[in-house]
T-cell receptor
Framework: AQTVTQSQPEMSVQEAETVTLSCTYD???????LFWYKQPPSRQMILVIR??????QNATENRFSVNFQKAAKSFSLKISDSQLGDTAMYFC??????????FGEGTQLTVNP | EPEVTQTPSHQVTQMGQEVILRCVPI?????FYWYRQILGQKVEFLVS????????KSEIFDDQFSVERPDGSNFTLKIRSTKLEDSAMYFC???????????FGEGSWLTVV
């Protein structure tokens, strides 16, 4: 069974600074997809970024980027120039060709003014 | 941008009552999902639906749960006899194909009293 681990239940960062959220996963599959979802207080699930395991290049989406280390099964999210609106719960998620998403426990990020 | 819509946004029901949660997936999507998030916990997969049948379900999705796509646009989750532990946010999601981005609705918050 696949598992996703987020070891940081809570993190905080000052506005305009950079923060990195950690995620590790366990799988025996070779082809899979990784995602970061953001859940603000409204509780909606918003896709932040996705990474295909077969791609060596790290995905980037504006201020959000990932550090994907396939051999280490690590998938961290870096948020640059943090903004107050980035305050949310962040979930790392994993999917194989079998179509279900497996989520981590989440990291509550607070951006302080 | 197309979106997944869910109704109701919040429902309070008495234990033992039947509940139907409704979802309208994005129109050209082929894969449909229900996920659940108990307050303070991670998001959990319930069921996936493709080609008018369940393609995968989790151990949570027992005989009390059922899904239906009655008219080609709606996708419903029915809980036959609600229990206190069914209190959670229920997310509907859809996507075009495996590996593509899964889009989540805003969730239906179910409170069982």
């Amino acid at each position: 069974a696949q598992t996703v681990t987020q070891s940081q239940p809570e993190m905080s960062v000052q506005e305009a600074e950079t923060v990195t959220l950690s995620c590790t996963y366990d799988t025996s599959e070779n082809n899979y997809y990784l995602f970061w979802y953001k859940q603000p207080p409204s509780r909606q699930m918003i896709l932040v970024i996705r990474q295909e395991a077969y791609k060596q290049q790290n995905a980037t989406e504006n201020r959000f980027s990932v550090n994907f280390q396939k051999a280490a099964k690590s998938f961290s999210l870096k948020i640059s120039d943090s903004q107050l609106g980035d305050t949310a719960m962040y979930f790392c998620a994993f999917e194989t060709s079998g179509s279900r998403l497996t989520f981590g426990e989440g990291t509550q990020l607070t951006v302080n003014p | 941008e197309p979106e997944v819509t869910q109704t109701p946004s919040h429902q309070v029901t008495q234990m033992g009552q039947e509940v139907i949660l409704r979802c309208v997936p994005i129109s050209n999507h082929l894969y449909f999902y229900w996920y659940r998030q108990i307050l303070g916990q991670k998001v959990e997969f319930l069921v996936s639906f493709y080609n008018n049948e369940i393609s995968e379900k989790s151990e949570i999705f027992d005989d009390q749960f059922s899904v239906e796509r009655p008219d080609g646009s709606n996708f419903t989750l029915k809980i036959r006899s609600t229990k206190l532990e069914d209190s959670a946010m229920y997310f509907c999601a859809s996507r075009w194909d495996r590996g593509n981005t899964i889009y989540f609705g805003e969730g239906s918050w179910l409170t069982v009293v």
